[in-house]
């Protein structure tokens, strides 16, 4: 997104950005969704099947009527058995999810659960089965009891054929799921999800400068406090600021970083130009939450990069192979990032007036992100250093000369500890080989 793009017509897209974002952080939204929607899908076809069993009767076809209420009274029986059987399925399906999340949380960080509460087919599936089950009980007391086909004020033939159809999509979601499942549980995948949400987010930023060049915005001449709960700033609301400061003629400077934790009180937003805007223009800017989101963090993918390579380093795990694979993304992150200008994103208004200025991990913040407790955590483990040597010397050829500091200081402290803790010219040698597989 472009930084003009906050007040242009795709600022619309924009606006309701957060509350996306917020919606597929929760597991409730689409199963209700798909409950209420299937409620509406069975009262249209209820109103068909009747309209059928009017015509029908308007006609005095009472023979083709008998013949379509045997043919549902066939059917009842697989809608009962349907609600029957639904309610076990989900149970399974939830059963291998908890163990799931209980296997990767483990294994690889607690931070990679938000991988299974966003993963839309696990969302899918849990929403088709629970409106299967619901339209099955629906239908059951479509059923009219009477044999007399004079009598039948509505035969559920259209109800039974779309039950019918719910199953199948359900086993069809089921093996989907599944096979959704067996990736998420495996290292590789979920490291690769992890790069893919976070070159998302560095895609979707808007223009960056580093904080030496950012445009003078004049003193300070007001905050505005946090009021709201105490938690970690998830996101704001950039285009509502952007207009609340066009409105009121002044610059708002975002104080904590994205992923900060406030509490009430703290400091977050500066105002530079004129008074603060109105409280009621800025409520619900803020958002806070127990845990980091994606969205606007452009830090929180090596966050968790690191940390999965981290607990593969741990002595309760000790696999290094995995910590390997976690150096490979952050590496390819860092390598995207080289070359365009961190510290703060500018966001302006319509007539290209900078109104929201928030701050962005620098590209050394980054680097110590990526590298320091990776690198701390390199020692016995020749497979990591020499990928981490490897890493380093890549970053140095594709970075400019201007950032070349972090990554030669990383670069040295790899070097000097190794050389501390494997005295022998032979082991200390092979330990510093850069190999961008580490053994291999």
């Avoid at 009891?145 to 199953?167: G, K, Y």
């Avoid at 895609?203 to 445009?215: G, K």
């Avoid at 996101?235 to 400077?253: F, G, I, K, M, S």
């Amino acid at each position: 997104m472009s930084d003009r793009d906050v007040s242009s017509g795709a600022s619309h897209r924009r606006v309701l950005a957060p509350l996306r974002e917020h919606l597929r952080d929760t597991f409730w939204f689409a199963p209700a969704a798909a409950m209420v929607g299937v409620f509406v899908i069975w009262l249209a076809a209820d109103a068909l099947d009747t309209a059928v069993v009017t015509a029908l009767k308007r006609e005095g076809d009472f023979e083709q009527l008998a013949e379509l209420q045997r043919f549902a009274d066939d059917a009842k029986t697989v809608v009962s058995t349907v609600s029957s059987a639904m309610m076990t399925f989900i149970g399974v399906v939830f059963s291998i999810s908890l163990v799931a999340v209980q296997m990767a949380s483990g294994q690889f960080t607690p931070r990679v659960v938000r991988l299974f509460v966003r993963s839309r087919i696990t969302k899918a599936t849990f929403a088709v089965f629970l409106a299967t089950f619901v339209l099955s009980l629906l239908v059951l007391t479509s059923y009219d009891s009477s044999p007399d086909p004079r009598a039948a004020i509505s035969v559920p033939l259209v109800q039974s054929f779309l039950t019918l159809l719910m199953v199948a999509l359900s086993l069809m979601l089921f093996v989907f799921y599944v096979n959704a499942t067996l990736r998420l549980m495996r290292v590789s995948h979920v490291i690769a999800r992890i790069a893919t949400e976070s070159f998302r987010v560095a895609a979707a930023m808007p223009e960056t400068l580093p904080r030496a060049e950012l445009p003078d915005l004049g003193p300070v001449t007001g905050w505005v406090a946090h009021e709201g709960r105490a938690g970690v700033l998830r996101d704001v609301d950039t285009v509502r600021l952007v207009r609340a400061a066009r409105t009121h003629e002044v610059v708002l400077r975002l104080v904590p970083r994205i992923g900060d934790f406030l509490v009430p009180g703290t400091p977050v937003l500066a105002v530079h130009g004129g008074r603060p805007p109105a409280s009621r223009a800025l409520r619900s800017t803020v958002s806070v939450g127990v845990e980091r989101t994606y969205d606007q963090d452009l830090a929180f993918g090596l966050r968790q990069l690191s940390d999965i390579a981290l607990r593969a380093l741990s002595s309760a795990i000790n696999d290094p192979t995995t910590a390997v694979q976690a150096l490979d993304r952050i590496v390819q992150f860092l390598a995207a990032l080289s070359r365009r200008p961190l510290g703060a994103a500018l966001y302006r208004d319509r007539a290209g007036e900078v109104r929201l200025v928030q701050p962005v991990p620098t590209w050394t913040a980054l680097v110590d992100l990526g590298f320091a407790e990776v690198r701390a955590c390199a020692l016995g483990n020749p497979q990591v250093s020499r990928r981490l040597l490897a890493g380093l010397d890549d970053l140095l050829v594709i970075a400019p000369p201007e950032r070349h500091e972090p990554l030669l200081r990383h670069r040295e402290l790899l070097i000097q500890v190794i050389g501390r803790e494997a005295p022998n010219p032979t082991d200390r040698a092979f330990a510093l080989w850069p190999d961008r597989q580490g053994i291999g």
